[in-house]
């Protein structure tokens, strides 16, 4: 374990793209090494891109970090997530195609995951992955969530600044004020601008944001981009980093990671108690009490209660 | 633990047919790997790496274009560069019987044909991968 720590020290891609594969896995080992690691996160800055499938996060990440390495010099590390298949758990990982250019730079790190079954837009491990990335000195991190509808919201409890990449002719004015998805966004991309309805779409949106109680400290900046003939990126990526000095100015980046990190510790504090209850030990005790629950003998509530007193007594 | 098989596909060199890498995408896919499918057109160069930053336990290669004994050869090479010989290296497309030999002693593990059901290659796959 020491040496893998000091490569990662190091900035060894191998040694990070093995970690990763080991907290996929689900690995303790894994758990270990970022514990003892933990003190060398937080300096990245991470940055979510989230929108419908097909809306162009894969091009117009590709072209945001070619923009940085271009402009700014800075290390990149991108963690793309594709949907795993609920049915064979097999998944095609794709977004790679969109970034050929970059698996050579040297200052860039591409990873793909899959969902794995997690819901939300992000796979499990992908927080991990930021911290890998994170380790071996990546200044900025991009996630590229899996295309979402209108709910996957975990994003923005992973990232530092969410993009929501939307296009224009999905659906009318209504889609615009539904909540979940439309209330996450910290920048709007309006990509696949040279397309009609653009300026309808943008109209849509600032009329949404109109809505919001005034005292809001940050109101969203709508970028028009087209990413595929590079249009609108420099825009955005301003858009970004006046956003990340908002934060800064505001200490809002602070309050934000904390509230990020609690949301964390719940999560590791539910997969443990969660795996405690499935258990092979505890697996007849469950079977019992669905088969009383389903001659009425008892309900599902009382059945439950049942199954927590266990893990409060073990 | 849930380990994964993680597979590259591939396309080295220039010609421009993935319909056979896709096929074969699918199926890995299917038997429950994740596929990291790279696109057309790339290096041998670009497939290593890329094999390196995703920890992919194979590397499958398909190659119309006549030019796989170059193209193949160079990734083994690099990975072997870059201590890697571990990641099981398969080739496929339109590959003349008489080209394999030198295919597998440059480090390709096996080369599937055209006419090979998707099945064999899974199998082989699985059956060979060092985990």
């Known amino acids: 374990m020491v040496d893998i720590i000091e490569s990662l020290k190091a900035g060894d891609k191998r040694a990070a793209a093995r970690l990763i594969t080991k907290a996929e896995n689900n690995e303790k080992e894994a758990f270990e090494i970022l514990k003892k690691l933990y ?19 894969s091009t117009l990440t590709d072209k945001l970090v070619k923009e940085i390495r271009k402009k700014y010099n ?57 911290k890998v990335l994170d380790i071996i000195g ?26 929501l990449v939307m296009v ?11 909540a979940g998805i439309m209330e996450i966004a910290d920048i709007f991309a309006v990509n696949k601008a040279d397309r ?74 539910k997969e443990e108690l969660m795996s405690l209850i499935t258990q092979k030990e505890n697996h007849d005790k469950r079977k019992r009490l669905a088969v009383d629950v389903y001659h009425k003998k008892i309900d599902p509530f009382t059945a439950a209660d049942c199954l927590i007193k266990i893990i409060k007594g073990g | 633990m849930n380990k994964k098989i993680r597979v590259v596909i591939a396309k080295p060199g220039l010609d421009g047919h993935d319909r056979g890498a896709k096929v074969i995408a699918r199926a890995c896919r299917d038997a429950g790997m994740e596929v990291i499918y790279t696109g057309l057109r790339q290096t041998p160069e670009q497939i290593v790496e890329t094999a390196l930053q995703e920890d992919a336990d194979v590397i499958g290669l398909s190659s119309l274009s006549g030019a796989h004994e170059h193209l193949f050869s160079r990734v083994c090479e690099l990975l072997r560069e870059k201590n890697a010989e571990d990641i099981l290296v398969i ?38 991968v060092k985990k």
């Open chain 1, 39 to 57: 003190d060398n996160t937080g300096n990245a800055y991470v940055i979510g891109i989230t929108g419908p499938p097909g809306s162009g996060k």
């Open chain 1, 74 to 130: 800075k290390k990149v590390g991108i963690i793309a997530v594709d949907p795993t298949s609920p049915f064979t758990g097999g998944a095609i990982l794709g977004d790679r195609i969109r970034m050929q250019d970059l698996s050579l730079d040297e200052g860039v790190f591409i990873r793909s995951m899959g969902t794995r079954g997690h819901l939300g837009g992000l796979s499990k491990a992908t927080n991990y992955a930021v």
């Open chain 1, 138 to 163: 990546m200044d900025y991190i991009f996630i590229e969530t899996v295309g979402v509808g209108q709910s996957e919201v975990d994003i923005v409890k992973t990232a530092d600044t969410t993009v």
């Open chain 1, 168 to 178: 224009p002719g999905l659906g009318d004015d209504i889609q615009a004020i539904k």
């Open chain 1, 196 to 269: 009609g309805g653009t300026d309808r779409l943008v109209a849509e949106i600032e009329m949404m944001l109109d809505l919001n109680p005034e005292n809001t400290p940050w109101k969203p900046p709508i970028v028009k981009t087209s990413a595929v003939s590079n249009k609108g990126v420099t825009e955005l990526l301003d858009a970004i980093k006046t956003h990340k000095k908002f934060l800064k100015e505001t200490d809002l980046l602070k309050t934000k990671r904390i509230s990020n990190i609690e949301t964390e510790i719940l999560k590791i504090v």
């Open chain 2, 91 to 128: 080739g496929g497309g339109v590959i003349p019987e008489d080209d394999i030999p030198a295919l597998e002693k440059a480090g390709v593990k096996k080369v599937f044909t055209p006419g090979t059901p998707t099945k064999e290659i899974i199998e082989y796959i699985k059956a060979n």
